[in-house]
C-alpha cells in the first residue's frame, strides 16, 4: 500500500505545480526513467496508479534497453501477464528478438503464436539469440546458472521479498515497476513468524528493495488514464493520500448514455445514477447473512444484465462505443461469490466477466458492478478490510462503478476497529483497510440508491 516516503518526488505534485497538461506530465517522468535506466543506477523503482501505462512504461524500457544493446530478462507475476507482455511489445517492437521461458506443461495461447519470431523454450541456454526472454517469477526462481545484465520486474508489488531473492542472482540491474495501492503478496500458511524482520517473506519485493537500498531513484507516474475524473480524486484520496495521481481526463470527456430509457426500477435508478455521476450504491436493507446472500447476490447479477438490456453507450476520448458484455465486470471478495453470481447471471449474462478481486488486477472495462466485501457480515476481519482489495475493485473501470452493500457497513466499521498486533520493524502502511473503506464509503453515500424504494 501507499506509504509515507520523503525519497520519492511526488510526481502529480511537481506536474500541477508548473501547469503540465496531464500528457506531458506523464512524458516528463518517463523520460526520467529511462534516463535513470542510463544512469548507472543498481535499480530503479517506478509506482504506479491503476491504469498509468504501466505495461506500456514496461514495452519502452525494454525497447530502450535492447536499442542499446542490453540483453535482459523480463519477470511478470502471471502466465497472463506474461503473454500480455509477449504481445506489447512484439506489436509495437518487431525489430526485439524475444523468447518466452516457460514450463513444460505450458500451451502456447493465440497471441503469442500470432508472432511466429518469439521462441518458446523450457532452457534458458535455448535464448543466446535472443535479446529479451520473459518467464514468470516462479519459473526464473527454477534456474540455476545464467545471468542477464537487465531485469525488468513487473507487478513488483504483488512479488514476494523472499521470490526476489531467489532469482537476484540472474541479474546485475532491475527495473521495479508496480502498484502499490493493489493487493499485497499473499500465502497459504501462518507469517506471524517472521513479522518484523528485515527478510520477512511476505512483504513486497519493493518494500524490501528500498528498506536496504534507500537511495534507489523513485518515480511516480502522476495520471491515470483508465479512471474517469469522477473516480480519479476518489480512488486517489482513499487509497494513495501520499502518492496522489490525477485522471487523463477531465470532467464531461466521458459521457455514459443508455438507447433505451428505464423502467423506474430501484435497478434503472442506480444505472441512471452510474452514468451521471461515474458512481452508485445500491443499498439492500441491512441484514447479517451467509457469505453468498442471495438478494445481494441476485441484486449484482441484476444490474449487470439490467445494464446490457438498455443498450448502453460509451462516449471518450477513444470516440464512441457500444458496451458490450466483454467491456463489464463483475467483482467479489471470495470465490463462492463469484460461483453464485455466474450462476444467477445465466445466459443473459453470457460474456460478462465475474471474478475476484485478486485475478481483476490489472484488467480494464467500460462497467463494473461491485459486491462489497463487506457487506452483510457480522465482524470485519484483516481480509475483508484490507485496503488493496477495495482498490483493486473500486479502479477496474473507465465509466462507472456501481457497488452493491447492505446498509450498516459504516457502523460495522465502528464497531470493529482493527485490532490486528503491532509489531516492531513492521513499516505502518497507509492507509489502513478501515480508513479506506470509510473514504470511500463517505463518497458512495452521496450516490445511494435503496433496493426496492
Not at 481480509?383 to 482498490?391: K, N, Q, T, V
Request: charged fraction near 20%; aromatic fraction near 6%; charge should be negative.
Amino acid at each position: 500500500m501507499s506509504e509515507p516516503d520523503g525519497r520519492g518526488r511526488n510526481a502529480m505534485g511537481e506536474a500541477e505545480e508548473f501547469g503540465l497538461d496531464p500528457s506531458v506530465a506523464a512524458t516528463k517522468v518517463v523520460e526520467e526513467v529511462l534516463a535513470d535506466l542510463d544512469g548507472g543506477h543498481r535499480g530503479v523503482v517506478v509506482d504506479s496508479p491503476p491504469g498509468a501505462g504501466k505495461s506500456t512504461l514496461v514495452v519502452r524500457a525494454a525497447a530502450h534497453l535492447a536499442a542499446a544493446g542490453e540483453r535482459l530478462m523480463i519477470v511478470a507475476q502471471t502466465n497472463e501477464q506474461v503473454d500480455d507482455l509477449i504481445d506489447r511489445i512484439a506489436g509495437k517492437h518487431p525489430d526485439v528478438t524475444l523468447g518466452r521461458l516457460s514450463a513444460s506443461t505450458y500451451t502456447i495461447s493465440d497471441r503469442v503464436a500470432a508472432y511466429p519470431g518469439v521462441k518458446v523454450a523450457t532452457k534458458a541456454d535455448q535464448f543466446a539469440d535472443r535479446m529479451v526472454v520473459i518467464a514468470t517469477a516462479a519459473k526464473w526462481a527454477t534456474l540455476t546458472d545464467g545471468s542477464w545484465p537487465w531485469a525488468i520486474v513487473d507487478e513488483a508489488y504483488q512479488m514476494r521479498s523472499d521470490m526476489l531473492l531467489r532469482i537476484a542472482g540472474r541479474f546485475e540491474r532491475a527495473l521495479f515497476v508496480g502498484d502499490p495501492g493493489q493487493l499485497d503478496p499473499f500465502s497459504t500458511v501462518e507469517v506471524e513468524r517472521w513479522a518484523g524482520l528485515s527478510w520477512d517473506p511476505m512483504r513486497s519485493a519493493v518494500s524490501v528493495l528500498l528498506a536496504h537500498n534507500p537511495d534507489l531513484p523513485l518515480h511516480r507516474l502522476p495520471v491515470s488514464w483508465r479512471l474517469p475524473a469522477s473516480a480519479a480524486p476518489v480512488v486517489s484520496e482513499a487509497f494513495y493520500p501520499f502518492t496522489g495521481f490525477r485522471s487523463g481526463t477531465g470532467p464531461g470527456d466521458r459521457r455514459l448514455e443508455y438507447g433505451a430509457q428505464g423502467m423506474g426500477t430501484s435497478y434503472d435508478r442506480a444505472l441512471d445514477e452510474a452514468a451521471a455521476s461515474g458512481w452508485a450504491l445500491y443499498e439492500l436493507p441491512a441484514r447479517h447473512t451467509l457469505r453468498t446472500d442471495s438478494e445481494a447476490v441476485n441484486a449484482t447479477a441484476a444490474l449487470a444484465v439490467r445494464l446490457l438490456q438498455r443498450g448502453p453507450v460509451a462516449h471518450s476520448e477513444q470516440g464512441s462505443a457500444p458496451v458490450t458484455a466483454e467491456r463489464v465486470a463483475i467483482g467479489a471478495a471470495h470465490r463462492d461469490q463469484v460461483t453464485a453470481i455466474r450462476a444467477a447471471l445465466g445466459e443473459h449474462g453470457e460474456g460478462i466477466t465475474v471474478d475476484t478481486a485478486n485475478r481483476l488486477q490489472g484488467r480494464e472495462y467500460d462497467v463494473t458492478v461491485v459486491l462489497h466485501p463487506l457487506s452483510g457480515r457480522r465482524d470485519a476481519t484483516a481480509f475483508h478490510l484490507e485496503s488493496g482489495r477495495l482498490c483493486v475493485l473500486a479502479s477496474r473501470h473507465r465509466h462507472a462503478c456501481i457497488v452493491v452493500a447492505r446498509a450498516g457497513i459504516p457502523e460495522l466499521l465502528d464497531a470493529h476497529p482493527s485490532t490486528e498486533p503491532v509489531h516492531l520493524g513492521v513499516p505502518v502502511k497507509f492507509p489502513d483497510g478501515w480508513e479506506a473503506n470509510q473514504a470511500v464509503l463517505a463518497h458512495l453515500s452521496r450516490h445511494r440508491v435503496q433496493a426496492h424504494a
